[in-house]
């Protein structure tokens, strides 16, 4: 009755933000279940010692895709040329993203604010127009946005993150009941704190998430990989326009 529910085998999958922490991480659990993957960074070197790991690790097709996620030219270019390659994209993850610590709003500046919102949501808007004309095609697709629970609880001192991740939300919404119709689903997940080189154990932002966790520790990428192969699988054929927490019991303990 269950087999082939989690099977994405011979599929192709496009992840921005691949090249290390999150990314890289649903990067390997798709080529581990036999997924061809389009990689997308800004590091050259990252990407294509990862891409070379993959593929010597499971004989899948892994194809590394330098590009800046801001520049919309440069992500247009990369799905054609993904397309041109694996002739169709099944399953995209909008990882990409970045944040900007300030005193409160009124330190934080335009700069700041452009660059959050260039990264986590604009990035993601332009990766799934391009994904969804080659989807809707094959009426068959997984979107899938990384976002945070920082979009649904706020968080001192990241307003712009805040804001990018709770319109990241919003968009997965507004795309599902666009493109449902057309067979694609479009979920997100929403991580708690999660440990990667580019955050700090030692943190406030840590401390304050430690003492709300119920499961008594912040996350690590590989906490994601169950429901990150369900979103990108058959088994979650009939869920759309999802936001699904994947925080250790912080939402519920606040």
Not at 15 to 20: D, F, K, N, T, Y
Not at 45 to 54: F, K, P, V
Not at 143 to 171: D, F, P, R
Request: aromatic fraction near 6%; charged fraction near 20%.
């Amino acid at each position: 009755m269950i087999d082939g529910l989690f099977d994405i085998r011979g599929k192709c999958a496009v992840i921005s933000g691949a090249s290390s922490g999150i990314g890289k991480e649903i990067a390997s659990l798709f080529a581990a279940c036999g997924c061809n993957v389009a990689i997308l960074a800004r590091r050259k070197e990252r990407l294509n010692a990862l891409a070379d790991q993959l593929t010597r690790d499971y004989s899948v097709d892994i194809m590394p895709v330098v590009c800046d996620v801001t520049d919309e030219e440069a992500l247009v270019t990369a799905v054609n040329e993904i397309v041109s390659h694996f002739g169709r994209i099944d399953i995209l993850v909008n990882n990409a993203g970045t944040t900007a610590k300030s005193e409160d709003i009124s330190t934080h500046t335009r700069q700041q604010w452009d660059n959050v919102m260039g990264t986590n949501l604009t990035s993601a808007y332009i990766l799934s127009r391009e994904c969804a004309r080659v989807m809707k095609d094959q009426r068959y697709g997984k979107i899938i946005n990384i976002s945070s629970i920082t979009g649904i609880m706020g968080l001192k001192n990241q307003v712009s993150y805040a804001a990018s991740k709770g319109a990241l939300n919003s968009m997965t919404k507004a795309m599902a009941v666009e493109l449902g119709p057309y067979n694609i689903t479009v979920n997100a997940i929403a991580p708690g704190y999660i440990y990667t080189e580019l955050t700090n154990p030692q943190s406030a932002g840590c401390r304050y998430f430690n003492s709300r966790t119920v499961m008594g520790r912040i996350g690590l990428p590989e906490d994601l990989r169950g429901v990150a192969l369900l979103l990108a699988s058959d088994a979650s054929r009939y869920m759309t326009g999802t936001v699904i927490p994947v925080d250790g019991g912080i939402l519920a303990n606040i």
